[in-house]
């Protein structure tokens, strides 16, 4: 029988409530459980209902799973490109990726290689929209950029930082494909 270490998961806890700039009080009070029980949940003093577990995962948004999975989030994930699924996606609907490393629910990032499919094959011409801001950083070939009606070219080595909520898109420029690394870095 494997027992949960309360530790681990107090200590969960209380690391994305700090992220997230909230207070016990007000985790608490969104919560309906004292100040003092947050605290001792955090410093791994005493067990908890699997219901205000629940609650506490709603008020921080995470997912109750990642609350009661006593795993720490590993200080180093080492990704070897032999190890890595190689692409994922529609290459006709414009693009392929590599995901580089899974999002860290703490640090809200996450690492993806983007292959926009050559000009002869690209079918896509709507644009996206998403949650996350994106930094990206053209590795290799050459993009345009359509940013929020606006259309700029891009080569290897230019990098932009982006709001996704607003409508993009990258456009091959030629019928070479382009690499580009990406960032989707959750808001605040």
């Given at each position: 029988m494997r027992f949960i270490d309360l530790y681990i998961i107090g200590s969960k806890i209380k690391e994305i409530r700090l992220r997230k700039k909230k207070t016990q009080q007000q985790i608490a009070d969104q919560c309906g459980i004292s100040k003092s029980m947050l605290s001792k949940i955090e410093n791994g003093q005493t067990a908890s209902a699997?219901?205000?577990?629940?609650?506490?995962?709603?008020?921080?948004e995470v997912p109750l799973a990642?609350?009661?999975?006593?795993?720490?989030e590993e200080d180093l994930v080492l990704q070897k490109r032999s190890n890595r699924q190689s692409k994922v996606g529609d290459v006709s609907m414009g693009y392929s990726y590599e995901l580089l490393a899974n999002r860290s629910l703490v640090s809200g990032i996450e690492p993806t290689i983007v292959h926009v499919t050559p000009k002869h094959i690209n079918q896509r011409k709507d644009s996206y929209t998403h949650?996350?801001?994106?930094?990206?950083?053209?590795l290799e070939g050459a993009i345009?950029?359509?940013?929020?009606?606006?259309?700029?070219?891009?080569?290897?080595?230019?990098?932009?930082y982006f709001q996704g909520s607003k409508p993009h898109l990258f456009i091959?420029?030629?019928?070479?494909?382009?690499?580009?690394?990406?960032?989707?870095?959750?808001?605040?």
């Open positions: 699997v219901a205000t577990l629940s609650k506490i995962s709603e008020a921080l990642w609350i009661l999975d006593d795993k720490t949650s996350q801001d994106e930094f990206i950083y053209i345009f950029l359509y940013y929020n009606g606006d259309k700029h070219f891009m080569e290897k080595g230019d990098s932009a091959p420029v030629n019928d070479e494909e382009a690499k580009v690394f990406t960032l989707f870095i959750d808001r605040p």
